[in-house]
């Protein structure tokens, strides 16, 4: 990210940025950068996060029927359909036997991460202080930064990237309003374990925080098992729990999500979404209400496909010399480029397609010190399977 504009003195001169300066740090996305240079070279694209195939065809025919039944051309109830809300319930209490009134504790929204923007600006005062897991999604600074809040970033390092208790606890301050917390993890791809989230909890409990989990990957959890927080003692009433539809049925351009809390927060967070997109997705909910039903055999078929994809790209990229970090979740490896004599990600990435053919994601965008994750990049694996194996071939050429 780029160092912050300052505006001039003059609050209506010429000279004065159109860009709020909440946000003078945030340009281009990283992802619509490299995804342009992914088109411009013709390279296979390993890094936005998103499949090269559509999800299972009956769902994408239940929004076709429902289009053409005419339910949600026009638009939705606010909260979000009834039949999605009480999907979206049913699924909390089938996986994880969290039971939520759909009626006053769901509420459907324009993708996850208008999920997030909203509960952030709703939840914060200018001034409080939000402890972030870094790396992160490149959303949440931005959005932090929105609610004129303070983004305080808790560090995962190579090569576990694990939760540091003690770090957090001293992250704690009388200003600290939330904790931003992301599991299955973006980008590293680590779990929280069941100790990491008892010790969250009591935190959480003892200092009165509000705590906001972005659990979008909940079902690409490969080793050790995906547990929301809110299912802890004492969080239920202090946490809002976010997913969506996007990672779980491969129709990321659908941008359902939801969330789900107490009726307090979730009002809240309505109160702030209601002036972001209003609604959103109209035929499309009804569609993922019908795919959040999909027996278990889905699941489980999905996450042991996006397994083997994991470790068909995990092993290519050892074998081209990268260091992987092999993730427990979501479908992203974080690997280091050092073996390969280069120090600068972003700059490997940048040479990467013409190198090879291959575009990846540099880490060190997800960091608030850049110099943590120096030597990172994040490759995607939620590919064909085809398609995985020609980037591995290519791949291969660094190491010669």
């Not at 319930?89 to 939520?100: I, K, P, S, V």
């Not at 999920?115 to 200018?126: F, N, V, W």
């Not at 925080?209 to 809110?230: K, M, Q, R």
């Not at 107490?262 to 009002?267: H, K, N, Q």
Request: with cysteine.
């Amino acid at each position: 990210m780029s160092a912050p504009v300052t505006a001039p003195a003059s609050s209506n001169g010429p000279d004065r940025p159109f860009l709020n300066r909440r946000l003078a740090a945030f340009g281009t996305t990283i992802f619509a950068e490299m995804s342009a240079l992914a088109t411009a070279t013709g390279s296979i694209n390993l890094g936005q996060g998103f499949p090269d195939t559509d999800g299972p065809a009956e769902i994408a025919e239940a929004a076709v029927r429902a289009i053409r039944d005419g339910r949600g051309n026009q638009y939705p109830p606010g909260p979000g359909v009834p039949e999605l809300r009480h999907a979206i319930a049913a699924h909390q209490q089938r996986f994880y036997g969290l039971t939520y009134d759909p009626d006053t504790e769901v509420l459907v929204t324009a993708g996850a991460t208008e999920a997030i923007a909203a509960s952030l600006l709703a939840l914060l005062e200018p001034g409080d202080e939000v402890i972030a897991l870094e790396p992160y999604y490149d959303s949440y600074a931005a959005c932090i930064a929105m609610a004129g809040a303070v983004r305080v970033p808790l560090t995962l390092r190579a090569p576990g990237f694990r939760l540091d208790v003690d770090a957090l606890r001293a992250a704690v301050t009388p200003r600290t309003r939330l904790l931003l917390l992301n599991t299955p993890h973006n980008p590293t791809g680590t779990v929280l374990t069941s100790a990491e989230l008892a010790a969250i909890a009591e935190l959480a409990v003892s200092r009165d925080l509000l705590v906001i989990t972005d659990e979008v990957y909940e079902h690409l959890v490969f080793e050790g098992t995906h547990t929301p927080l809110a299912a802890l003692p004492g969080m239920r009433e202090r946490t809002v729990t976010i997913s969506s539809a996007g990672k779980t049925f491969s129709f990321t351009g659908w941008k359902v999500g939801w969330l789900t809390g107490t009726p307090e927060l979730v009002t809240a967070v309505r109160s702030a979404k209601q002036f972001l997109t209003y609604v959103s997705s109209g035929p499309f909910q009804y569609a993922i209400a019908e795919a959040l039903a999909l027996p278990d055999a889905y699941y489980d078929g999905f996450r042991a496909d996006l397994q083997r994809k994991r470790d068909l790209l995990g092993d290519g990229l050892r074998a081209a010399g990268f260091e992987v970090y092999q993730p427990q979740g979501t479908y992203f490896i974080t690997t280091d480029i050092t073996p390969l004599g280069e120090k600068d990600a972003y700059a490997f990435c940048r040479d990467l397609p013409e190198r090879c053919g291959v575009v990846a994601i540099p880490n060190s965008v997800f960091y608030d010190d850049p110099d943590a994750g120096r030597s990172q990049v994040r490759f995607a694996f939620c590919k064909r399977t085809v398609v995985l194996e020609e980037a591995v071939e290519r791949l291969g050429r660094l190491a010669h």
